[in-house]
């Protein structure tokens, strides 16, 4: 007879394969580190690009509007930002949606953007892929403002009046 609590040989074969999977998993992503076989980019080169004409035009106490993503190029100058994720704003406490929707209706080039700029006074626009991609640009729009500089896809414009 088996002792009072002891496992059945099911358990046993059980509890063997299981960590066999898990050692084998384990193993799997030791593999792709070694291997390079799979990275995690945050800023790709285009990005790194946009960042350096970002620092070379913008004056360190610049507020660069972009898109309000996690990986902004803005985010590599020490460049202020007029907003940052969303979602870690708004986990600080900080009611972002009117200033989303805000920055939304600026690179639409709606009615008030012009408006948006001297409130939130704004001193330069960076239009990107991310931007063209998250938001709807409205190209037209930023031809008013002096383009400081340009890189492949992406356009650094002095939105400010002075």
């Known amino acids: 007879a088996r002792p009072f609590g002891a496992p059945k040989a099911g358990a046993k074969i059980a509890t063997a394969g299981l960590t066999l999977l898990l050692t084998a998993a384990g193993?799997?992503?030791?593999?792709?580190?070694?291997?390079?076989s799979s990275e995690w980019a945050v800023f790709d080169k285009d990005a790194v690009h946009c960042a350096e004409l970002i620092r070379r035009y913008c004056p360190p106490r610049a507020?660069?509007?972009?898109?309000?993503?996690n990986n902004a190029p803005v985010y590599l100058t020490g460049r202020r930002s007029l907003l940052s994720v969303t979602f870690m704003a708004w986990a600080h406490g900080l009611g972002v949606s009117s200033r989303e929707h805000d920055i939304s209706r600026i690179y639409a080039g709606g009615p008030?953007?012009?408006?948006l700029i001297k409130r939130y006074g704004i001193d330069?626009?960076?239009v990107g892929p991310?931007?063209?991609?998250?938001?709807a640009v409205n190209n037209a729009f930023f031809t008013r403002y002096k383009k400081v500089a340009e890189t492949d896809g992406c356009q650094l414009y002095k939105v400010a009046a002075h």
């Open 27 to 36: 193993m799997l992503d030791v593999w792709r580190v070694v291997s390079r």
């Open 112 to 115: 008030d953007a012009v408006a």
């Open 63 to 69: 507020l660069v509007l972009h898109a309000p993503v």
């Open 130 to 135: 991310t931007e063209r991609q998250r938001l």
């Open 124 to 126: 330069y626009a960076m």
